[in-house]
């Protein structure tokens, strides 16, 4: 893609193939479908999310076992933090979770 | 010599086996489970009667991480925790140092820690009736080490999908393939541990040093930068 330029175009269906995206909708639909998927997102606990993506972003910069230590410390740093106690206890009671707001 | 309580561990001719047998539990890793990983990987390694390992689980679920009811009565939670911080997880072949091939088969449910032996795998087929799930997130915690594996060998996109989306959608089986989470999926599903037997001893009919310098060099290959 590169190195073809303006003389070639990937279409959606081949980039979800390729796994450069997940999904492919009707045009018409796009908005209401990225609402949705971020709708689900913003359910999940922001602070686990923010360290889970800065552990997953981290997997480029090094090597694996690099990485992978970065992103223990990454999980370690969640500990004692009052969504880890939150999220199994909603789970368990059946309900939706109350999140602690990012600091 | 361990005596296996979560796991049968036993040898199907040059293929040595480690079946995940805690089903009740949907095969969720217990202190004792931890253990016996380690010990199993390590004894398959090490039988000179073995050139290759499998691993798969009996029940609907193939693993879902950590049994959060045991961490919370037994003194399993110290453990983890020391083990995490010093990233000695002792739970896949990568994380013990196994040199043979190891072929994973995922049947069923596979959630969060489960997505370890799909990261670390040397080779991982699934049943059709496979899921991928990493609901991390979903219950307040973070995603991380199975993440990194699989972020470093797929999509990119569809792993930081997976993590951040949670519990709140699954990946099929066959997506899992298109995506190369998996190389193989068996249908019937009830197929899938004899395909991983004769797959295994196909791996098995290659010059076994040759296949472990191969292994190595791979592996090794990971420790850059992507």
Redesign the interface.
Known sequence: MALVGRHERISATRAL??????QVVEPDALRDTAQD?AE??A???P???A???R??W???????????????S??????G?P??????R??AEKRE?D?TPRA | VTTYERLIVERRGVVGWIVNDRPERLNAYDDRMRHEFRAAYLQHDADPEVEVLVHAANGRAFQVGVD?ADLAVTDGTARF?RE??D?DLGLTGWHVGVTKPVVVAINGMCAGGGLHWVADGDIVIAASDAVFVDP??????????E???L??R????????M????S??RIDARRAR???LVSEVVDPPGELHARAQALAELVASNDPHVVREAKRRL?DR?????
């Open positions: 193939e390729l796994g450069m995206l997940s998927l689900k997102i359910l999940n606990s602070t686990a999310m360290h889970t993506k552990a997953i981290g997997a480029l910069e090094q090597g694996l076992t690099d990485a992978c230590k970065a992103g223990a990454e999980l370690v740093a969640m500990w933090h969504d880890q106690v939150e999220g199994p909603a789970f979770p999140w | 959060v925790e995490m911080a990233f991390h997130v979903s219950v307040g915690q973070v995603s991380a080490i993440a990194v594996g972020a470093r797929a999509p990119f996109e569809a792993v930081m999908r993590c951040l989306v949670g709140h959608e298109q995506l190369g592996w990971q420790e850059a930068p992507a």
